[in-house]
């Protein structure tokens, strides 16, 4: 009797040695938006450089803003400039900032560029059995995303905006009290209530 408490004390402490080791088998993820930038502000300081109605196309692609080159740019096209520096039709075109409203002169020859560049990590965080069973479930999500829009015509920049993210930090957590089950219950909820 004693031999089997001994034996099923050394049994709990290697289940629990094996447990707190499964951690590093959780997945881990990452996503990249491929930029000759590392961060947020290396992309922003860059194009804060760009002076409107100064700085030329060239000078653009030297900072690390070259449309044909770099991944992750979307080209807009004139119609949605338009909506996009001009949302409110009702604001007159002589109060708009002055490189919306050249560019809205100069419809077709504007040419207006978004740059979109990132980083992404997600590790899964908690105990390695309750993830791997779907009972709990912890994604810890860090990085940035950047976006900036410059106006171009005639080889001139216009315009310029900056926005995005320099800090992404947030935890998702989901919790199934079914586990492995959960999906099942879950599409067989809309079927019972019929």
């Not at 690390?64 to 604001?91: K, M, W």
Request: hydrophobic letters at 40%; a positive charge; glycine letters at 8%.
């Amino acid at each position: 009797m004693k031999k089997t408490a001994v034996d099923l004390r050394w049994l709990l402490v290697g289940a629990g040695l094996a447990l707190a080791g499964c951690t590093p088998l959780l997945p881990k993820a990452s996503s990249v938006a491929a930029s000759t930038f590392d961060s947020y502000e290396s992309a922003r300081e860059a194009l804060e450089k760009v002076v409107p109605y100064r700085t030329t196309f060239d000078e653009l692609k030297a900072l690390g803003f070259d449309p044909q080159a770099s991944a992750n740019v979307t080209v807009i096209p004139y119609p949605e400039v338009v909506t996009r520096l001009a949302p409110h039709p009702g604001v007159p075109l002589e109060q708009l900032e002055p490189g919306v409203r050249d560019c809205i002169l100069a419809q077709t020859l504007c040419r207006a560029y978004v740059f979109r560049y990132g980083q992404q990590r997600r590790v899964r965080e908690g105990g390695f059995w309750s993830d791997f069973f779907n009972f709990d479930r912890q994604v810890s999500i860090t990085g940035w995303r950047f976006e900036g829009l410059v106006v171009v015509r005639n080889g001139v920049v216009l315009l310029r905006s900056i926005g995005g993210e320099p800090r992404t930090d947030r935890v998702d957590r989901q919790h199934n009290p079914l586990g492995p089950l959960q999906p099942a219950g879950e599409a067989a909820g809309p079927w019972l209530l019929r």
